[in-house]
């Protein structure tokens, strides 16, 4: 990554890891002082960044290898539709996720092909059971193996963050409070590009947003 940056003619005066710089900005950007136990997730597209950090302070980093891109390669293949087969490739299989996002088991109804939506939730659901599965255990290695109370609240953040129903889903599977983390509604001081993006996706820029507050607070 550095060479990349410096072969575009820039000079890299500093690097800071992506847990700090976000526990920078729970520090700076949340309303009330983050005290207790909080999980940051970050769903990226290959893989989902957990930090846990308590009174302010890192506590846990970890990655799971589990992405929103995941969800759209499980519904890519052929599934069966009201009078035929229908082959869903990787464009098709994400168009559809961007439109319906998290998908409920007992949902009903179809896709304009005719792909009934329950299949194409039983495909997610596997993936999404697999990263609730990972974010248990490392919920429980911080409970016991740390010593302390348990993580009391979950902000989201990453790509994977916008898509529909997906903070429901967290909630439910976790049984805790989940909130969509966007640091530029969270900024006291916009300029006309942050504007611009403002309810565009704001928390998949958690970790740049969070790297320029680490700058600025360095000056």
Do not use: W
Request: net charge neutral; hydrophobic share 45%; with cysteine.
């Amino acid at each position: 990554q550095i060479n990349v940056v410096e072969r575009s003619g820039a000079k890299v005066i500093s690097i800071t890891p992506a847990p700090v710089a976000l526990l920078h900005s729970v520090k700076s950007l949340l309303p009330e002082k983050p005290s207790g136990s909080i999980a940051l997730i970050e769903m990226g597209a290959e893989r989902t960044h957990v930090t846990i950090v308590k009174d302010g302070r890192l506590r846990v980093t970890r990655d799971i290898p589990i992405g929103s891109a995941h969800l759209t390669h499980a519904m890519v293949g052929v599934t069966t539709a009201e009078r035929s087969e229908v082959s869903l490739d990787l464009a098709k299989a994400e168009q559809i996720k961007r439109q319906y996002g998290i998908l409920a088991e007992s949902i009903e109804g179809a896709t304009e092909e005719g792909v009934p939506l329950g299949q194409l939730a039983a495909l997610m659901r596997s993936v999404l059971e697999n990263l609730l599965i990972e974010l248990a255990r490392l919920f429980d290695f911080y409970k016991v193996q740390m010593g302390e109370s348990g993580v009391e609240r979950v902000l989201l953040c990453g790509g994977g963050a916008s898509l529909k129903h997906i903070q429901q889903f967290f909630s439910d599977g976790l049984a805790l409070p989940v909130e969509v983390f966007d640091p530029l509604l969270r900024l006291e001081r916009r300029t006309p590009v942050v504007e611009a993006q403002l309810g565009d996706g704001g928390s998949r820029r958690a970790v740049a947003v969070s790297q320029a507050l680490v700058s600025s607070a360095t000056k």
